[in-house]
């Protein structure tokens, strides 16, 4: 099972950017996905989540600007991201709880796409 990561990139003070992201592979049951991030010298932290059923969480500083949604026909979670700061600069990564007959559940987690804030 993999988690493939896209839509990172440069976006200046005020403007908006898009990520996807997409579970590949073998699988019994998709469960709660999510975004995380982070920045250079700071522990990773929540950005949202989405449970299987549509609920949703968000961290404290991004409510308000950031959207979470997953389509389940496609196994895949993406995150709107709107009036960006500098300060949501970071290394951002999915994951995402899954059941495969091998291991039960588990998380996994994507390799991480950049995002940068800045003008």
């Known amino acids: 099972v993999q988690l493939l990561e896209s839509g990172g990139g440069l976006v200046q003070p005020g403007g908006s950017l898009g990520l996807s992201c997409r579970v590949s592979?073998?699988?019994?049951?998709?469960?709660?996905m999510g975004w995380y991030r982070q920045a250079p010298g700071s522990e990773r932290e929540l950005v949202a989540l989405?449970?299987?059923?549509?609920?949703?969480e968000y961290g404290d500083s991004v409510k308000g600007r950031f959207t979470i949604s997953r389509d389940n026909a496609k196994d895949a979670v993406f995150l709107q991201m709107d009036s960006l700061k500098p300060e949501d600069t970071a290394v951002y990564y999915c994951?995402?709880?899954?059941?495969?007959?091998?291991?039960?559940?588990?998380?996994?987690w994507g390799q991480g796409t950049q995002v940068t804030v800045s003008s």
């Open positions: 994951d995402a709880e899954i059941e495969t007959l091998e291991d039960g559940r588990s998380m996994y």
């Open positions: 592979g073998d699988f019994l049951n998709l469960y709660a």
């Open positions: 989405i449970a299987s059923r549509g609920l949703t």
